[in-house]
């Protein structure tokens, strides 16, 4: 099959070298064009570690031309970029076609169901908890496969085409996949934004200073204690929407195949076996910019939706917003261009099966008029 891939990091390069060494044909955009640069002067993509070779994915200039004859777009970039690249192609998506989003926040997968709806169209969209992989991209045309993950929650919207959704994802990718059954479940079920959020807070000076540590060394046992209450919280809000999501354990276990233990201790196994990753070497990392306005607020939120409040998420926001000067709350795009303040759980949820139709857009243009 041919995959359009948005973006041009780490995950989109791990991502398509997967896809190429499985035998379908990717094709990467980058939005600032620098991503992908050299890899237009006809340098082939470099890939090493659980995927090893060298391919020669093909690179789109636009949008439009990225879109063109795919059979499933694939979005791979950070969060705070999703919105605006759904901008980009949503003019261009069709019915026929299948948008993976890897990995889902902030309910963006409603967003772009909005614009599509704005033009009459429905094409499934398909939101993964995580990424299939996870790695460095190490230059231009060089990426570090860390792991291929042996699961990943996805949901399908709309709902009704849930096994279209996983069809294909097993068909890209092998049979790694888990069907969450609702898009409300995939917004409780991504965990970097937690986990990133302990590890951080409690190594922010060392990636202030540039330093160069073992991440799965340093959670040690306050950590370890820290990352499961911020997951106790979590599954709280989840279980009070009735949903069924995966643990922090069960994370670990399934995506780095370590023996359950504390998440301490998991960490430390996956550092004594040379899998436990190196920590950010900056402050002006995803583990903060990304994941506290795309992933700590949206839970939050969620939180006091269901009268569960995640008090170490709002207070790991509000640490994070002093300690960075700038209110990351504010930073998130996708929640207020939804309005889901002005909803209540019932419709959010109802929303997270059914997508927006064109019904649904009339509506609202008549209530953002008034």
């Given at each position: 099959m041919?995959?359009?891939?948005v973006?041009a990091?780490?995950i989109?390069?791990g ?8 035998g379908?044909r990717?094709a ?11 890899l237009?002067?006809d340098?082939?993509?470099?890939a090493?570690?659980a995927?090893e ?5 093909a690179?789109?200039?636009s ?6 004859d795919?059979?499933a777009v694939?979005?791979?970039l ?10 980009a192609i ?7 076609q299948?948008v993976?989003v ?7 997968a ?7 709806a704005e033009?009459g169209?429905t094409?499934?969209?398909?939101a993964?908890g995580t990424t299939i992989?996870t790695?460095?991209?190490?230059g231009?045309t060089?990426?570090?496969?860390s792991?291929?993950?042996d ?13 279209h959704?996983?069809?294909l994802?097993?068909a890209l990718f092998?049979?790694?996949f888990v069907?969450?059954?609702g898009?409300m479940?995939i917004?409780?079920?991504n ?6 959020m302990?590890i ?5 000076t060392?990636?202030e200073?540039?330093e160069t ?5 340093n ?5 370890g204690?820290?990352l ?13 929407m009735g ?6 354990f069960?994370?670990?276990h399934l995506s780095?195949?370590?023996p359950?233990d504390?998440i301490?201790a998991?960490n ?11 920590g950010?070497?900056t402050?002006?990392?995803?583990y903060?910019?990304?994941d506290?306005p795309?992933?700590?607020?949206p839970t939050?939120?969620?939180g006091?939706?269901?009268d569960?409040p995640?008090?170490?998420h709002e207070?790991?926001?509000?640490l ?9 709350t504010?930073?998130?795009?996708l ?7 002005r ?10 099966h059914s997508g ?8 609202r243009?008549?209530?953002?008029r008034?």
């Amino acid at each position: 099959m041919r995959v359009a891939i948005v973006g041009a990091g780490s995950i989109a390069f791990g991502t398509a070298a997967l896809l190429e060494r499985s035998g379908h044909r990717a094709a990467l955009w980058s939005p600032s064009g620098r991503g992908t640069r050299e890899l237009a002067d006809d340098a082939p993509l470099s890939a090493s570690g659980a995927v090893e070779g060298r391919f020669e994915p093909a690179v789109a200039s636009s949008a439009q031309a990225l879109v063109k004859d795919a059979d499933a777009v694939l979005l791979a970039l950070p969060a705070n970029g999703h919105k605006a690249v759904m901008d980009a192609i949503a003019p261009h998506l069709t019915a026929d076609q299948t948008v993976l989003v890897s990995s889902h926040a902030s309910f963006g997968a409603l967003y772009l169901s909005r614009l599509l709806a704005e033009r009459g169209i429905t094409a499934p969209i398909v939101a993964w908890g995580t990424t299939i992989v996870t790695g460095r991209r190490q230059g231009p045309t060089t990426v570090q496969v860390s792991t291929i993950r042996d699961k990943v929650d996805v949901a399908t919207l709309p709902a009704g085409r849930s096994a279209h959704g996983l069809a294909l994802c097993r068909a890209l990718f092998g049979d790694r996949f888990v069907d969450r059954g609702g898009l409300m479940a995939i917004a409780l079920s991504n965990l970097n934004p937690q986990n990133h959020m302990g590890i951080a807070l409690c190594n922010l000076t060392r990636m202030e200073r540039g330093e160069t540590w073992s991440q799965g060394q340093n959670v040690t046992p306050a950590v370890g204690r820290l990352l499961e209450a911020l997951d106790a919280e979590r599954l709280a809000i989840a279980h009070a929407m009735g949903l069924e999501v995966r643990t922090i354990f069960e994370h670990f276990h399934l995506s780095f195949q370590v023996p359950v233990d504390s998440i301490s201790a998991m960490n430390r196994e996956m550092h004594a076996r040379g899998r436990g990753g190196t920590g950010p070497a900056t402050a002006e990392s995803r583990y903060v910019l990304e994941d506290v306005p795309f992933g700590l607020v949206p839970t939050a939120m969620l939180g006091r939706l269901a009268d569960r409040p995640a008090l170490l998420h709002e207070s790991g926001i509000a640490l994070f917003s002093a300690l960075y000067g700038r209110d990351f709350t504010a930073e998130n795009d996708l929640l207020p261009a939804l309005a889901i303040d002005r909803m209540t759980l019932g419709q959010l949820d109802a929303l997270c099966h059914s997508g927006f139709t064109g019904q649904d857009t009339i509506a609202r243009s008549r209530e953002e008029r008034r």
